[in-house]
């Protein structure tokens, strides 16, 4: 569907109309063809009466349209824009929302809407991830990262990574996390303890082949010391200035590339498919 490695100008000759952009939405919505969201059915009529064409339901004539139940729900931007934007993400370097908007030409409010939106759709992807297998978490209590206001003395990074059987990292996870004792506990518990819970709960199958919690700069495996290393430089580099209270996005962003080099998937392809499969509640004014 897609060639990971065009050059930004040949990426605009292979997305130069909104009709090459619903092509490839399409294939990224229905890659097995036509499927009625309210009653499976797997043939529809296209009505092109408007900018995007609405699909009914050949059995029971509901109508759907290619951004109905993803980020794209309701935008009123180019879908060359979109594009544009998701292969920026995809680069090496991503983007930022100043540059985005003089690049697409559009206002710094649109722009930070759509990296918004992308970057929702990969926080929701995570969530949907947890580390298995074999199980590395490190409460990583020195890792400050430069360019990023200091990070309040309750909260602290947490870096996990499920390792194949040479202890190499295969999936990793990087979290901001609040060591706050919940004060609805009836009993007395410890902050570690605390947070060691919430993050298996969270991030972590029920019942992993492997677990190492380890709560020391020094135990990294060198793997995944490695990319939490590269994930600092990435942040730093990219974004220089962020604030701690919205880093979350951003780390959970870095792992999503990393994750995808690790295991050779496509960053663009899987990038726009999450997007599209991702339901997001519209802001209070469409972009």
């Not at 951004?67 to 824009?81: A, P, Q, Y």
């Amino acid at each position: 569907m897609f060639e990971e490695r065009l050059s930004y100008e040949e990426f605009q000759d292979r997305f130069s109309t909104e009709k090459d952009c619903m092509d490839y939405l399409y294939q990224a919505k229905w890659p097995h063809g036509f499927f009625c969201p309210e009653c499976g059915h797997s043939h529809a009529y296209v009505i092109t009466t408007r900018n995007h064409p609405l699909y009914q339901c050949a059995s029971c004539h509901h109508q759907t349209s290619l951004t109905v139940g993803t980020i794209l729900e309701s935008t009123r931007t180019d879908l060359r824009k979109w594009f544009i934007a998701f292969y920026l993400v995809s680069t090496p370097k991503s983007i930022s929302a100043m540059k985005l908007m003089d690049i697409i030409r559009v206002t710094y409010k649109t722009a930070w809407t759509i990296l918004h939106k992308i970057r929702h759709a990969i926080s929701t992807e995570d969530a949907s991830c947890p580390l298995s297998g074999s199980v590395f978490v490190n409460k990583n209590i020195h890792g400050r990262i430069r360019g990023i206001d200091s990070l309040e003395k309750l909260e602290t990074l947490y870096v996990g990574a499920s390792l194949d059987k040479e202890g190499e990292p295969k999936h990793l996870k990087i979290k901001l996390l609040n060591d706050k004792i919940d004060p609805t506990l009836t009993m007395p518990i410890g902050i570690t303890r605390l947070i060691r819970m919430n993050f298996l709960k969270e991030h972590v199958v029920p019942h992993p082949a492997y677990l190492d919690f380890e709560y020391g700069y020094k135990v990294f495996p060198k793997g995944v010391f490695k990319l939490f290393s590269e994930a600092k430089t990435w942040i730093y580099k990219t974004f220089n200035g962020l604030c701690h209270k919205r880093m979350q996005p951003y780390l959970d962003e870095v792992c999503f590339r990393i994750n995808m080099k690790l295991n050779e998937e496509p960053i663009f392809a899987n990038l726009v498919e999450l997007c599209m499969r991702t339901r997001m509640a519209p802001f209070k004014h469409s972009i």
